[in-house]
């Protein structure tokens, strides 16, 4: 298995109590961190625009303004997003801004994409809501968009959601072949079509019964279109608070909880919390998670993007995890 960390931006309320002119240099000295210890393969950020589990006026940082920064200020890690709404920017654009970023790398961008979902945030910004099917075909559409501009430079489309004259984007991605995409998503019908025809790499749910289920669904689907399923690296994200023991884990969601149930009040704290709250979700002890991420290990998830609530305030979890999770399944 390989390892992804997240970087708490605000979207998960995980930057509370930092004054927002610090903001940047916590995010900052994190992904150094991560960067320089040569474990984590990966970070991450969220692309949204408001908070959850409801709008605050707490800070979200952007993600591709965050690519983009951590693009100058890492030199290793490989930088991606868990995952970019495909309707928040037109996708010959997003294609630019994302070589861009990929050049200003060194070539170490990956592109998560989804169909986006949070309601509030896209009508707020003036996007509307269109159904699941149009947000899925927008998704269709754009990455094929974006494939082609960075393996050609120059692309034209004439879909029913996106058209494109000729749209140059040069430089192009430094990663020959273009920039890997992250299909993220378990939709059976047509997510994980999607993703058998276009994705290198895919990502939906931590459940062993559920990841099973949805690989066998992926597979049919890449047998279907013609795509080597063997070929797609499947991936899955935890909600990782870790302890040395039950009674650490359960101080640490007790402090997690204290930060967040002022602003979203207890009901909606106690909500977030229990989703985050099992081994199986990612939090407990080292053996704990070693045991529930060996099952997706032998179901052939080869990639774990971990998400740590107090990653801006204590990263003594992180540092367990690095000891004495990632060791055992590397």
Not at 35 to 54: A, C
Not at 101 to 119: F, H, L
Not at 191 to 203: D, E, G, P, S, W
């Amino acid at each position: 298995m390989r390892f992804g960390l997240f970087i708490p931006q605000g979207w998960r309320l995980d930057l509370v109590g930092i004054d927002p002119s610090e903001q940047w240099r916590v995010m900052r000295d994190l992904a150094a961190y991560a960067d320089g210890g040569g474990i984590w393969d990966s970070l991450w950020v969220y692309d949204h625009f408001h908070t959850v589990p409801m709008p605050t006026q707490e800070a979200t940082h952007e993600a591709w303004s965050l690519m983009a920064a951590f693009a100058a200020t890492t030199s290793r890690i490989k930088l991606g997003q868990m995952c970019t709404a495909m309707s928040y920017r037109n996708p010959a654009y997003l294609a630019k801004v994302a070589a861009t970023t990929d050049v200003i790398s060194g070539g170490r961008v990956q592109m998560g994409i989804g169909g986006g979902w949070y309601e509030h945030e896209w009508r707020a910004y003036g996007y509307g809501f269109p159904s699941a099917g149009v947000r899925l075909a927008r998704l269709d559409e754009g990455v094929q968009i974006m494939a082609d501009a960075w393996r050609e430079g120059v692309v034209s489309f004439d879909g029913e959601h996106y058209q494109v004259d000729g749209a140059i984007v040069a430089p192009k991605p430094l990663q020959q072949g273009g920039i890997p995409l992250w299909i993220a998503g378990g939709g059976e019908k047509k997510t994980l079509r999607i993703a058998a025809k276009y994705a290198q790499y895919t990502n939906y749910t931590a459940d062993p019964d559920g990841f099973a289920h949805k690989s066998q669904v992926l597979a049919d689907h890449c047998h279907d279109v013609g795509t080597d399923y063997s070929a797609i690296v499947r991936s899955v994200n935890i909600n990782a608070i870790v302890g040395a023991s039950e009674a650490d884990v359960k101080d640490r969601l007790h402090r997690v909880r204290s930060r967040i149930s002022g602003l979203t009040g207890d009901a909606a704290a106690d909500a977030m919390l229990n989703s985050m709250s099992t081994p199986q979700a990612g939090s407990g002890t080292p053996e704990q998670l070693v045991e529930c991420l060996q099952k997706l290990s032998d179901l052939g998830c080869r990639y774990v993007i971990c998400y740590f609530p107090e990653a801006a305030y204590d990263r003594s979890g992180i540092e367990l995890f690095e000891r004495e999770v990632i060791p055992a399944l590397s």
